[in-house]
T-cell receptor, first 110, second 117 residues
Framework: SQELEQSPQSLIVQEGKNLTINCTSS?????LYWYKQKYGEGLIFLMM?????EEKSHEKITAKLDEKKQQSSLHITASQPSHAGIYLCGAVGTASKLTFGTGTRLQVTL | DTGVSQDPRHKITKRGQNVTFRCDPI?????LYWYRQTLGQGPEFLTY????????KSRLLSDRFSAERPKGSFSTLEIQRTEQGDSAMYLC???????????????FGEGSRLTVL
């Protein structure tokens, strides 16, 4: 079965700083999703990547999928308190279901 | 609001009782998924439907769990004889799968949090 490892597990950054979260797969990624989750709430879709080398941006968040399609990164520029939460990567597996990593908990301090 | 909605948002029950959760997906979405999430973990797949057909069930879905999507629209997840280990957030997601975009973007609901005492 496919396993996703996220790093770091948790991150505390000062407002205005940049940060990167990584997601590494044990197998080739045929689709990689990034979600954000506030504590006790549902998942908010951020981006989906499918092609090797693909890069997508939305506001201050950029996600990339490497050429070998086994690693993805999520980069936040000039972090804000509104970016705080848990970031989850999910990989498309068999039968179109997603397998998720354990998440990266982000805190943004003032 | 045209997103995925789940009901109830919170449920506290005593061990041994039955509980049922409902999910209303985005109206044009043909796929509906159920996931379970425990504290500090990512969501774990339980089952999914393509229209009204249940196409896959995880081994996590014991015989006490049953899910339906009778008309290909809303879905219910029932847990019989609840156990303390069933305490978790139950998440529903939907997507529009097509030939060219097999999975599509999965949109999640706010979840139903179950606490079994």
């Amino acid at each position: 079965s496919q396993e996703l490892e996220q790093s770091p597990q948790s991150l505390i950054v000062q407002e205005g700083k940049n940060l990167t979260i990584n997601c590494t797969s044990s197998k080739t990624l045929y689709g990689l999703y990034w979600y954000k989750q506030k504590y006790g709430e549902g998942l908010i879709f951020l981006m989906m990547l499918q092609k090797g080398g693909e890069e997508k941006s939305h506001e201050k968040i950029t996600a990339k999928l490497d050429e070998k399609k086994q690693q993805s990164s999520l980069h936040i520029t000039a972090s804000q308190p509104s970016h705080a939460g848990i970031y989850l990567c999910g990989a498309v597996g068999t039968a179109s279901k997603l397998t998720f990593g354990t998440g990266t908990r982000l805190q943004v301090t003032l | 609001d045209t997103g995925v909605s789940q009901d109830p948002r919170h449920k506290i029950t005593k061990r041994g009782q039955n509980v049922t959760f409902r999910c209303d997906p985005i109206s044009e979405h043909n796929r509906l998924y159920w996931y379970r999430q425990t504290l500090g973990q990512g969501p774990e797949f339980l089952t999914y439907f393509q229209n009204e057909a249940q196409l896959e069930k995880s081994r996590l879905l014991s015989d006490r769990f049953s899910a339906e999507r009778p008309k290909g629209s809303f879905s219910t997840l029932e847990i019989q004889r609840t156990e303390q280990g069933d305490s978790a957030m139950y998440l529903c997601a939907s997507s529009l799968a097509t030939f060219y975009l097999n999975t599509g973007e999965l949109f999640f609901g706010e979840g139903s949090r179950l606490t079994v005492l």
